[in-house]
């Protein structure tokens, strides 16, 4: 109200002209907002780990680990592309991957989303999932290069392995 009659005044934050103009306001809404995204981003993830614990992304079926689906279709044994150059020579896939300190090295899953407290769950042949969260991981991946640039930086930060989880496996449900 004083600007209209040109008196200068610090901002009360009472009125909506303060709280749509006040940047404080505005932060606290945009920071409010992506908590409630991660939020959501997480409770989805858990939802659609306890699918994956029983069914294949890829091909819907029980007895599907994740791989043979993909194998299947002539895809790369590392990767899972299907222009990859590890499709006939395994060595010969770009994809490396990258440290996975907090994560099963067998399922990709992180250690804050296991169940158990303790790796009892998980390692090679352990795995509840086997490796149906790595099948959706690595969705839309055509070879190595694109797997590394998509999961380069996942591992180590929890929301952001959460956030390309998500995102792939929405994808993925869309197309299956």
Same mark, same amino acid.
């Given at each position: 109200?004083?600007?209209?009659?040109?008196?200068?005044?610090?901002?009360?934050?009472?009125?909506?002209?303060?709280?749509?103009?006040?940047?404080?306001?505005?932060? !606290? !809404?945009?920071?409010?907002?992506?908590? !409630?995204?991660?939020?959501?981003?997480?409770?989805?993830?858990?939802?659609?780990?306890? /699918?994956?614990?029983?069914?294949?992304?890829?091909?819907?079926?029980?007895?599907?680990?994740?791989?043979?689906?993909?194998?299947?279709?002539?895809?790369?044994?590392?990767?899972?592309?299907?222009?990859?150059?590890?499709?006939?020579?395994?060595?010969?896939?770009?994809?490396?991957?990258?440290?996975?300190?907090?994560?099963?090295?067998?399922?990709?899953?992180?250690?804050?989303?296991?169940?158990?407290?303790?790796?009892?769950?998980?390692?090679?042949?352990?795995?509840?999932?086997?490796?149906?969260?790595?099948?959706?991981?690595?969705?839309?991946?055509?070879?190595?290069? /694109?797997?590394?640039?998509?999961?380069?930086?996942?591992?180590?930060?929890?929301? /952001?392995?959460?956030?390309?989880?998500?995102?792939?496996?929405?994808?993925?449900?869309?197309?299956?």
């Amino acid at each position: 109200m004083y600007s209209k009659i040109g008196v200068t005044s610090s901002d009360c934050g009472l009125c909506s002209v303060c709280k749509d103009t006040d940047n404080i306001s505005r932060m !606290r !809404r945009v920071a409010t907002d992506e908590i !409630r995204c991660q939020e959501n981003d997480r409770e989805y993830a858990v939802r659609a780990l306890l /699918d994956l614990e029983t069914n294949c992304m890829g091909c819907g079926q029980p007895g599907c680990k994740g791989r043979d689906c993909v194998t299947r279709f002539k895809s790369c044994h590392k990767c899972f592309g299907t222009n990859c150059n590890g499709i006939k020579h395994y060595s010969k896939c770009k994809f490396n991957n990258p440290k996975i300190n907090n994560a099963c090295v067998y399922c990709w899953l992180p250690r804050s989303l296991r169940r158990a407290d303790k790796n009892e769950l998980h390692g090679l042949n352990k795995c509840v999932h086997a490796e149906r969260v790595k099948r959706v991981m690595l969705y839309g991946c055509n070879n190595g290069e /694109d797997a590394h640039k998509d999961l380069y930086l996942c591992w180590d930060v929890e929301d /952001d392995w959460i956030k390309i989880f998500v995102e792939k496996h929405k994808k993925m449900k869309i197309t299956t």
